[in-house]
């Protein structure tokens, strides 16, 4: 009888992993929509004129759901479409999507999607309406994908809490021309399974620096070419940013903040963020501190290589 059982058990795992994989049809239907994709994504990013660019995103946006809604399409991994992020979880359970659409040197906004990892292969998909332009205070609120906060993610740390599991994603948005944002914002799934973003999840000293308490997502404004960093160490297991001072000695002025060579950083404990004022005892020079894998280079234009080997590493992780 045990016998039995365990062969049932293994049949249905069987079947469970047949049920994941794509069909070899499917397999060249997509890489056939990667085509378009690729070339597609490429001008959405660096087409001169503003109008291409925004036909380009549109078009893009139209095809990739197109191609998602190809059965089990969540295993392949669109590896050749370096110009988006492609983020997946430590448990691979969702990938998320997130890209960006320049209207000209002051006007970004993000674009994104979360998809679904299903049992039968089908299309479980939650884009994501960067809602930034039209909110006064983006740290308020737990937000759903139709009032999200827009940013690129570059980065993913799974926590757990209470035996629920907490992404917490680390985004870049180049915001407008005077200025660059970094983001630290929780992801979470209700009851039903639909995504959530934000919480109460960061215990910190209000300062001149940072978001006003209660603060549901963290972040981090400052000078355009600044290059302030926001990593996590999974050797410290903290997130790490410099602790940033102002050129012209008025915090207010985002604009004006730069690195000062110290850092500061978040522990999470028991459920929550937990500010670390000082993570080092003393300054470290350039070179000595972790650095993050970002999408922009130093001239702020997104790095194609940095953003393949991404992709690879994260289909490494799903694998």
Known sequence: MQKIIILLFCLVSLNGLLAQRLSNENFQHLKVEEDT???????MIFDIDATNRFQADSAFTRAFVRALRVPNSFNFPFDSVITISKLYPQDSSFRIFSWQYQKDEDHFRQRGAIQMKTADGSLKLFPLIDMSEFTANP???VRTPRNWIGAIYYGMVTKTAGNKKFYTLFGYDDNNIRSTKKWLDVLQFDDAGNPLFGGKFFDYKEDSLKPAQPAYR??????????ARMVYDEELDMIIFDHLISEQNDLSKKFTLIPDGDYEGFKWTNGKWVHVSKVFNQQLKDGEAPLPDPIKDDQGNNNEIKLEQRSLKNKAKKN
């Not at 994709?37 to 001008?43: A, E, F, N």
């Not at 963290?218 to 290059?227: A, H, P, Q, S």
Request: with cysteine; charged share 45%.
């Open 37 to 43: 994709l690729k070339t597609l994504s490429k001008k």
């Open 139 to 141: 740290t308020d609120s």
């Open 218 to 227: 963290f972040c981090l404004e400052f000078k355009k070419d600044g290059r």
